[in-house]
């Protein structure tokens, strides 16, 4: 009876909360050709129906979140991967742990050529069934991995920045599209972007389809770029719920780690939010 009680404070919490913050985040709009939702039509997820779904989240036993780099990497992108864990540790208030890396056997079952690029492609499903998915550690909420090698999901599609299981707690992506015609700070930027939105996949978060979120889908770099490299009003309440974070402080910590990153422009952002919340 007192957990049940405790459960609905919080929720009503983080209900008055949402409200706060939603002057921060545009409503999402019509899509664009090429966009996301203008090939996928899907319906959202709120709040309630995040709590109504038996989310996965973390739990004592299952309490770490575990980075997993396969195959090689050159010294600025694993700094990135780093700087990735780092992002990830606030976003979703755990700790986080650094795995060895691991090299990515390839095998006719498992890699296709992309004929536009010219580069060889790994299939998602592999990397998730036959390689995370028995490495996961007893204490891990998720495991997730980074990879430079390209991914695709099946023949249907030509290529994915990034996928996740909702309910196996393993995820990957890639930077191998990340850094195309950009700086290195929005290299960073967009790698934070789909590591925080796969991890969210991991924890029962599907697409956002409310706002302009982190959560939302995207199908090309262009949109993820219009993405903010944060969670909406809705998703929010979602990451507290499962992380039993305070709101305001989990903002004050990413603005702490965006600072750090030298993205100062975000960490003013997080600290707006953290006060608009308080009051």
Known sequence: MEV????KKEIGELRNAMPKIAQFFRPMGAPQPGDWLASHKEPGQTFEEYLDSDPTKPTAERSKLYVQPLGTFERD???????????????YDLEVINLPGKQLLATSANVRKNHARRSRQFKTGHILNAVLKPALPADAAVLIAFTNEDLYPD???NYVFGQASLDDRVGVWSL???KDNTSRQNFLIRTLKIAAHETGHMFSMRHCTKYECLMSGTNHLQETDRRPVDACPECTAKISWISDARIDERFKKLANVCRRLGLDTDAAQFI???AAVSR
């Open 272 to 274: 707006r939010k953290s």
């Open 155 to 157: 023949e249907s599609m």
């Open 176 to 178: 191998a599209r990340l």
């Open 4 to 7: 049940a009680r405790e459960a």
């Open 77 to 91: 992108q694993r700094q990135i991967v780093d700087a990735a864990g780092d992002f990830l540790a606030a976003f």
